[in-house]
């Protein structure tokens, strides 16, 4: 048994069977951790306690343990827990110390969960390639030239690479499936509002939402039945049957060949398995969708960190003055002077996002979907340092708008939204499908992803991890 190859459901089962020990099974994701610490996953760790909590649960009979007992998660580092410090990737915070958990930590760790440390991310998630300037870049298990993704990246490295079964990530336009897209593992947005969104350093409360990230759609599925307070029971669904709204005009062109050869190459395996790919013309998005996503972040934000701050005593020009990354500094600025987002504007967003709702609501409804499937991101990692532009198809391109164009959409209208490995290009690089649901789909959602991962290959361990 390669303790490093469980996911989070076998981990949890061979721990309570005693086919693996808990001081064995953390001493190895411990040494997996070191091994690749220059992929720069983690911000702050206490390995010192892991493995004394280790000892302790093999000290536990196994029926009076919990659920998790034992099974170290790794979590974001701008969700609050009190046993090591919340930074958000800023120099302002990096020794600052909740005084209590985020209530989604709590539950994992009712659960039994064990806190595996606190990871990486693009600084105060205000980016998609977690090139962070005061934290250091997160690089890509895959390539570690190429970067994470983000704003999650340091979770999705940290499972992808073998240093834990699964990690919570928070996701505002991308944050979770971008990076699990990039690195090759599975990333979960669920519909907002459907978690406790207390203890989590905001960008937008809009728009945010903590989503759990894992190696495959089961163990993605089990942590949000916890996390909602949902059972866990996700019956198989076949895939005949099944219809997908495919939004290529949209969503697909302008894809790089390689990611779009990979999707395709899925969605054929979909078809011959009895699955309806539905054409779809989603043009009306592009009337609401603009004027959407970023008025909202940007106008809740100047709201929602100086809230934050508060719990310390900091005030908002201390935060700033330790912002380390360009392209932050530069957001950041904005809304401080004549370009801020104003009242008006983000009343006017608001009411766009529920016509961009309505949008989304109708076409699930007239075209009967279970899920709508595109690239979650149309290219595959770019390397690290390309902030302000990246190249697409032989075009350049602003880095940050190219890497959300497809996740954003349904971010902003508050849907779930999953992604799914489905491949790796010629340069090994992974490939995500995305699958979105209608509001309050979640669970239907997860099944019908689980049933698509069954149809297609498993995605290999990346080289050298």
Same mark, same amino acid.
């Given at each position: 048994?390669?303790?490093?190859?469980?996911?989070?459901?076998?981990?949890?089962?061979?721990?309570?069977?005693?086919?693996?020990?808990? #001081?064995?099974?953390?001493?190895?994701?411990?040494?997996?951790?070191?091994?690749?610490?220059?992929?720069?996953?983690?911000?702050?760790?206490?390995?010192?306690?892991?493995?004394?909590?280790?000892?302790?649960?093999?000290?536990?009979?196994?029926?009076?343990?919990?659920?998790?007992?034992?099974?170290?998660?790794?979590?974001?580092?701008?969700?609050?827990?009190?046993?090591?410090?919340?930074?958000?990737?800023?120099?302002?915070?990096?020794?600052?110390?909740?005084?209590?958990?985020?209530?989604?930590?709590?539950?994992?760790?009712?659960?039994?969960?064990?806190?595996?440390?606190?990871?990486?991310? *693009?600084?105060?998630?205000?980016?998609?390639?977690? *090139?962070?300037?005061?934290?250091?870049?997160?690089?890509?298990?895959?390539?570690?030239?190429?970067?994470?993704?983000?704003?999650?990246?340091?979770?999705?490295?940290?499972?992808?690479?073998?240093?834990?079964?699964?990690?919570?990530?928070?996701?505002?336009?991308?944050?979770?499936?971008?990076? @699990? @897209?990039?690195?090759?593992?599975?990333?979960?947005?669920?519909?907002?509002?459907?978690?406790?969104?207390?203890?989590?350093?905001? #960008?937008?409360?809009?728009?945010?939402?903590?989503?759990?990230?894992?190696?495959?759609?089961?163990?993605?599925?089990?942590?949000?039945?916890?996390?909602?307070?949902?059972?866990?029971?996700?019956? *198989?669904?076949?895939?005949?049957?099944?219809?997908?709204?495919?939004?290529?005009?949209?969503?697909?062109?302008?894809?790089?060949?390689?990611?779009?050869?990979?999707?395709?190459?899925?969605?054929?395996?979909?078809?011959?398995?009895?699955?309806?790919?539905?054409?779809?013309?989603?043009?009306?998005?592009?009337?609401?969708?603009?004027?959407?996503?970023?008025?909202?972040?940007?106008?809740?934000?100047?709201?929602?960190?100086?809230?934050?701050?508060?719990?310390?005593?900091?005030?908002?020009?201390?935060?700033?003055?330790?912002?380390?990354?360009?392209?932050?500094?530069?957001?950041?600025?904005?809304?401080?002077?004549?370009?801020?987002?104003?009242?008006?504007?983000?009343?006017?967003?608001?009411?766009?996002?529920?016509?961009?709702?309505?949008?989304?609501?109708? *076409?699930?409804?007239?075209?009967?979907?279970?899920?709508?499937?595109?690239?979650?991101?149309?290219?595959?990692?770019?390397?690290?340092?390309?902030?302000?532009?990246?190249?697409?198809?032989?075009?350049?391109?602003?880095?940050?708008?190219?890497?959300?164009?497809?996740?954003?959409?349904?971010?902003?209208?508050?849907?779930?939204?999953?992604?799914?490995?489905?491949?790796?290009?010629?340069?090994?690089?992974?490939?995500?499908?995305?699958?979105?649901?209608?509001?309050?789909?979640?669970?239907?959602?997860?099944?019908?992803?689980?049933?698509?991962?069954?149809?297609?290959?498993?995605?290999?361990?990346?080289?050298?991890?």
């Amino acid at each position: 048994m390669d303790p490093l190859e469980l996911t989070l459901m076998k981990a949890a089962s061979a721990l309570r069977t005693r086919e693996l020990g808990h #001081l064995e099974y953390v001493q190895a994701l411990l040494a997996q951790t070191d091994r690749l610490n220059p992929l720069n996953a983690w911000i702050s760790r206490d390995p010192e306690r892991l493995i004394e909590q280790a000892k302790a649960l093999d000290q536990v009979r196994p029926e009076y343990q919990k659920t998790l007992a034992g099974i170290p998660i790794a979590i974001k580092d701008n969700i609050d827990t009190t046993d090591l410090p919340t930074s958000g990737g800023t120099r302002a915070l990096l020794d600052a110390r909740p005084k209590r958990n985020a209530p989604v930590v709590d539950i994992l760790l009712q659960a039994g969960a064990l806190i595996a440390g606190k990871t990486n991310l *693009h600084e105060l998630a205000l980016g998609g390639t977690n *090139h962070n300037a005061v934290t250091g870049a997160c690089r890509n298990p895959w390539n570690p030239s190429r970067i994470s993704g983000g704003s999650s990246g340091g979770s999705a490295v940290a499972v992808a690479a073998r240093m834990v079964p699964a990690a919570l990530g928070t996701d505002t336009g991308a944050s979770v499936r971008l990076p @699990a @897209a990039l690195c090759g593992v599975v990333g979960f947005r669920p519909t907002t509002g459907r978690y406790p969104s207390e203890g989590i350093l905001h #960008l937008s409360p809009t728009k945010d939402t903590v989503g759990p990230m894992a190696r495959n759609v089961a163990d993605v599925a089990w942590l949000d039945g916890l996390l909602a307070h949902e059972p866990c029971d996700s019956p *198989h669904l076949s895939l005949k049957g099944l219809r997908l709204g495919l939004p290529r005009a949209d969503f697909f062109d302008g894809a790089d060949p390689e990611v779009l050869a990979a999707i395709e190459q899925s969605l054929q395996e979909l078809l011959r398995q009895g699955v309806a790919c539905v054409p779809l013309d989603v043009q009306e998005l592009n009337l609401h969708n603009p004027a959407t996503g970023s008025t909202l972040v940007m106008f809740e934000m100047m709201q929602s960190l100086p809230a934050y701050l508060r719990q310390y005593g900091m005030p908002m020009d201390a935060l700033l003055a330790g912002i380390g990354s360009p392209d932050v500094a530069q957001l950041l600025a904005r809304q401080l002077g004549a370009e801020r987002v104003t009242s008006a504007a983000y009343a006017a967003a608001r009411a766009r996002r529920l016509k961009l709702q309505a949008v989304y609501a109708r *076409h699930f409804a007239d075209h009967r979907l279970d899920a709508l499937a595109f690239p979650t991101c149309r290219m595959t990692a770019p390397p690290i340092g390309q902030d302000d532009q990246v190249t697409l198809s032989g075009q350049q391109m602003s880095t940050f708008p190219t890497l959300i164009r497809n996740t954003d959409p349904g971010s902003n209208a508050g849907l779930p939204g999953i992604s799914i490995p489905v491949g790796l290009t010629a340069a090994g690089l992974p490939v995500g499908l995305e699958l979105d649901g209608a509001c309050g789909s979640d669970r239907h959602l997860l099944r019908v992803a689980a049933a698509i991962e069954r149809a297609l290959p498993p995605m290999p361990r990346p080289p050298g991890v």
